[in-house]
């Protein structure tokens, strides 16, 4: 099988990590050339220490570049309620040993869509590097095989009544990576929430091995909200365009036209999504996923094969 050559676009973050974590065990199918941070969840000096911090806690190396650390126009808003102070609250993770290299985000998204024939950007956070690089080198964007991103609703939000994070965040950013061309794979809210994973599944990795320790209390901490509600699971938003990579079987995917809302008062960043005109689709939806057991079972394989991998 061809290996998929992808870059994480993204600001760790409980649920980044978990998508990196999944990838890193498939690395028959996913080749990560690299990962470039950005301000989305907490301001880009402090994400890209977390990322550095996980992979080197894994012994895994990796080219990490930094990239903008605030959106086009708003002002950042980091999310300290949804991962703490420092992005990544929960686990004790080493001093990192892994450094970012001496190249901005999007002069690696160049060099490596310039190298490669084909790269897929798996994009998790606010999508300001990426509407940068589409927007300064044009002529590259059929290098993109796709854009699989986790942003954006249906019909419901997380910061708005109507918005998801990653989109409310830098809206600007979102409109020019919509409006690109560039195929897209969309996993909104409503996906991941249907995709949760439960409590007991997340308290089960405690003493399975090193991997699954460090996913347990990454989890522990992403699942409070949760947990202090009484619910019995909890979204890991970001897994699930890795795991559509992986087994895109689990997925139905709808054509659909997406609109950003960039001005709205009450709307900012929220995503029309229009399913009924497939004719006008800039973007694939994953509309529902068929069997949530298998996708949870998968995601506790994928530690336990990392965990062998390490
Ligand atoms: C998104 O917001 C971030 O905080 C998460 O990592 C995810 O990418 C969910 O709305
Ligand atoms: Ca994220």
Same mark, same amino acid.
């Given at each position: 099988m061809e290996k998929r050559k992808i870059i994480f676009d993204c600001d760790p973050g409980h649920d980044d990590i978990m998508a990196i974590m999944n990838a890193l065990a498939h690395p028959e199918q996913l080749e990560i050339l690299g990962y470039t941070t950005v301000c989305g969840n907490n301001y880009v000096d402090k994400v890209t220490r977390n990322l550095c911090q996980v992979l080197t806690a894994l012994g895994k190396d990796g080219k990490v570049a930094v990239g903008y650390d605030a959106p086009l126009v708003l002002d950042p808003d980091p999310q300290p309620a949804a991962h703490g102070e420092s992005g990544l609250d929960g686990p004790t993770l080493p001093e990192p040993t892994v450094q970012p290299i001496n190249q901005h985000a999007v002069e690696f998204l160049h060099e490596m869509a310039v190298k490669h024939e084909k790269i897929t950007i798996v994009a998790l956070a606010p999508l300001t590097n990426i509407a940068v690089f589409?927007?300064?080198? !044009?002529?590259?964007? *059929? =290098? $993109? *095989?796709? $854009?699989?991103?986790?942003?954006?609703?249906?019909?419901?939000?997380? &910061?708005?009544?109507?918005? *998801?994070?990653? $989109?409310?965040?830098?809206p600007h950013a979102a409109k020019l990576v919509f409006e690109s061309g560039v195929p897209i794979v969309m996993s909104d809210i409503e996906i991941c929430l249907e995709?949760?994973? !439960?409590?007991?599944? &997340?308290?089960?990795? =405690?003493?399975?091995?090193k991997v699954q320790d460090l996913a347990h209390d990454i989890l522990q901490f992403f699942s409070l909200y949760n947990r202090r509600r009484n619910v019995p699971q909890s979204p890991v938003f970001d897994l699930v365009p890795v795991?559509?990579?992986?087994? !895109?079987?689990?997925?139905?995917? =709808?054509?659909? =036209?997406?609109?950003i809302e960039t001005a709205g008062k009450y709307t900012q960043g929220m995503t029309i999504?229009?399913?009924?005109?497939?004719?006008?689709?800039?973007v694939r939806l994953l509309g529902h996923c068929v069997d949530v057991e298998a996708y949870n079972a998968y995601f506790m394989e994928n530690l336990k094969i990392l965990n062998e991998r390490i």
């Open positions: 589409l927007k300064t080198w !044009p002529e590259l964007k *059929e =290098k $993109i *095989e796709c $854009i699989t991103l986790m942003g954006g609703s249906r019909s419901s939000g997380n &910061i708005l009544p109507r918005a *998801e994070f990653n $989109i409310y965040e830098d995709c949760a994973t !439960p409590h007991t599944m &997340i308290d089960a990795l =405690k003493g399975q091995g795991m559509h990579m992986l087994h !895109p079987e689990l997925f139905v995917e =709808k054509p659909c =036209k997406v609109q999504v229009d399913d009924a005109d497939a004719e006008h689709a800039n």
